[in-house]
């Protein structure tokens, strides 16, 4: 009895890695092409930059909170990169930093909104998800913006054979890795999403956990916008819209708990990003029809989801239940 609760336990805990492999080899079965070397190397480029973004808002989710902006983010720091080379002739390594300091500087302005006027997550960052979109079209007149080739090449670079947008979300994730498990500000992340006024009460300055949070995730939403131009070479209109729920999804797939405190970037963010990526690669591969891909896509994610939340559910009971039984023990 003992060892199948074990055994289900291990499952549930399990259930990104699990849904991963099981996606993988569905897809594989359908359409023997997409078991590929190539094939995977391709998803893991495409889905580089929904790994950075998410693991961005990840350090948001994990408070509790939530950051609708950061596809507005993206669009504003890409098109700040391109016109600061196209318009003003600066170094592109400059305007690289001028780009992700406007995305900073977004992530500024939402955490001063959020965390010292006390205003809601949600509308702060549904607010500025419009605002900075606004001004993005309104400094490029809503023209596509072409980015210098030293960026645009980035996308097709290798270094060792591995493609350079993989090595840097593999920098990213070693970051997001040690961040938060070895650092004592990734540790207070948790303590403030688990109980925010139990974390005060320790002694942890909440403020400034909530602001770093904020911050980190529109720098990293500037950093994929980046990586995202250099691979399709051009910034316009459309770009970065909906990345915001795609990160979420990311995120969420990746086993971060939405109520906050739960989520791991390795292997469960970056899973989640590979996942998505790869159920959109499967349905090119099956050659499923062009306007029913979002809602296949969109089912199988949805999905993928409900499941987990079944999980954490039931963990959460388990867990619960063991407490009782111990301090029975003690008793």
Do not use: W
């Amino acid at each position: 009895m003992i060892g199948n609760k074990s055994i289900k336990m291990v499952i549930l805990r399990n259930i990104p890695i699990i849904l991963f492999i099981a996606i993988f080899l569905i897809f594989g079965i359908f359409s023997p092409k997409f078991i590929s070397v190539d094939s995977f190397k391709n998803i893991l480029v495409s889905s580089s930059y929904v790994g950075i973004i998410a693991i961005g808002i990840m350090f948001v989710l994990l408070t509790g909170g939530i950051d609708l902006s950061i596809g507005s983010v993206m669009y504003l720091s890409a098109a700040v990169t391109g016109l600061s080379v196209q318009k003003l002739q600066v170094p592109t390594v400059l305007a690289i930093i001028i780009g992700l300091g406007i995305a900073t500087l977004v992530g500024v302005i939402n955490a001063f909104l959020i965390v010292i006027l006390d205003i809601l997550p949600f509308i702060t960052t549904l607010g500025m998800m419009v605002f900075v979109k606004a001004v993005g079209l309104l400094m490029t007149k809503s023209e596509s913006v072409k980015l210098p080739k030293v960026i645009t090449s980035m996308g097709s670079q290798s270094v060792l054979g591995i493609p350079m947008p993989i090595i840097i979300f593999a920098i990213i994730i070693l970051f997001g890795v040690l961040f938060l498990g070895k650092t004592k500000l990734g540790r207070q992340i948790y303590a403030v999403g688990n109980d925010v006024e139990e974390a005060r009460k320790a002694g942890i300055h909440t403020k400034k956990v909530l602001f770093t949070c904020y911050v980190m995730s529109a720098l990293f939403a500037g950093i994929g916008g980046i990586i995202s131009v250099a691979q399709i070479g051009i910034v316009n209109a459309a770009f970065g819209k909906g990345e915001e729920f795609n990160a979420i999804a990311a995120a969420v797939l990746g086993g971060v708990s939405l109520a906050g405190g739960v989520g791991k970037v390795f292997p469960g963010v970056v899973l989640g990003a590979v996942m998505i990526q790869m159920i959109q690669a499967g349905l090119v591969f099956m050659q499923t029809d062009l306007y029913k891909q979002p809602l296949i896509s969109a089912g199988i994610i949805f999905l993928a989801v409900f499941l987990d939340s079944i999980r954490s559910k039931y963990i959460a009971k388990a867990e619960k239940r063991n407490i009782r039984n111990e301090n029975k023990g003690l008793q």
